[in-house]
C-alpha cells in the first residue's frame, strides 16, 4: 500500500512538473534474455558517448509508458519486445524523470545497434564493471534483483 501511495504522488508530481514544461518521462527498458540485460552504448551527446545504457527515450503526449517503451526497442533496436513491469523507483534525470520498464523479446526477434555504437548483454556479475551512465547505474542493485543470482 505504501508503494502505491508513493507512486500516485510520484504520478502528480510529475504530471504538475510536466505541465509546466519542468520536463519529460522518459523510459528504460530492462530487456532480459537468458539471466543477463541488454546494454546499449550512446553515440552522443559527446559527454555521455561511450558510456552504456539501457534503451529508451521521452514518452510521447498522451503515449502510455508500455507503448514507448515498444516504439523505442523498435526504433532504436529494431526488435519486438513485449513490457512485463516496472524496475526500481523513479528517477529524477536533467530531461525530467527516468522509469525502467522490464521487457522480454518477442519470440524470433534480435535487437539491432540501429542508433548505438553497441550491444551486449550483461549478467549479474558483470553489471557493476560496466560504464553506466549515471541514472542507469542507479538501477543496478534492482536489475541484480531482477536478474537473480550470478
Ligand atoms: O536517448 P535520449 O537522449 O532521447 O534520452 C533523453 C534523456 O534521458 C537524456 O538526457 C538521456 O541522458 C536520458 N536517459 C537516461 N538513461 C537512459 C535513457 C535516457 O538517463 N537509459
Given at each position: 500500500p505504501l508503494r502505491r501511495l508513493?507512486?500516485?504522488?510520484?504520478?502528480?508530481?510529475?504530471?504538475?512538473?510536466?505541465?509546466?514544461?519542468?520536463?519529460?518521462?522518459?523510459?528504460?527498458?530492462?530487456?532480459?534474455?537468458?539471466?543477463?540485460?541488454?546494454?546499449?552504448?550512446?553515440?552522443?551527446?559527446?559527454?555521455?558517448?561511450?558510456?552504456?545504457?539501457?534503451?529508451?527515450g521521452r514518452v510521447e503526449a498522451g503515449e502510455a509508458e508500455e507503448d514507448a517503451v515498444v516504439r523505442e526497442c523498435r526504433e532504436e533496436l529494431g526488435c519486438a519486445v513485449s513490457p512485463t513491469g516496472r524496475v526500481g523507483t523513479d528517477l529524477l534525470i536533467d530531461a525530467g524523470v527516468l522509469r525502467v520498464h522490464a521487457a522480454v523479446l518477442v519470440d524470433g526477434s534480435a535487437p539491432t545497434a540501429l542508433e548505438h555504437a553497441g550491444l551486449r548483454w550483461v549478467g549479474p556479475a558483470e553489471l557493476e564493471a560496466v560504464d553506466w551512465v549515471d541514472a542507469d547505474r542507479a538501477v543496478l542493485p534492482d536489475l541484480r534483483a531482477l536478474l537473480g543470482p550470478s
Amino acid at each position: 500500500p505504501l508503494r502505491r501511495l508513493r507512486s500516485a504522488r510520484a504520478e502528480r508530481l510529475v504530471a504538475a512538473a510536466t505541465a509546466v514544461g519542468a520536463g519529460a518521462v522518459v523510459v528504460a527498458t530492462a530487456l532480459v534474455r537468458d539471466g543477463a540485460v541488454l546494454a546499449a552504448q550512446r553515440t552522443r551527446p559527446p559527454a555521455l558517448a561511450g558510456r552504456w545504457e539501457l534503451a529508451g527515450g521521452r514518452v510521447e503526449a498522451g503515449e502510455a509508458e508500455e507503448d514507448a517503451v515498444v516504439r523505442e526497442c523498435r526504433e532504436e533496436l529494431g526488435c519486438a519486445v513485449s513490457p512485463t513491469g516496472r524496475v526500481g523507483t523513479d528517477l529524477l534525470i536533467d530531461a525530467g524523470v527516468l522509469r525502467v520498464h522490464a521487457a522480454v523479446l518477442v519470440d524470433g526477434s534480435a535487437p539491432t545497434a540501429l542508433e548505438h555504437a553497441g550491444l551486449r548483454w550483461v549478467g549479474p556479475a558483470e553489471l557493476e564493471a560496466v560504464d553506466w551512465v549515471d541514472a542507469d547505474r542507479a538501477v543496478l542493485p534492482d536489475l541484480r534483483a531482477l536478474l537473480g543470482p550470478s
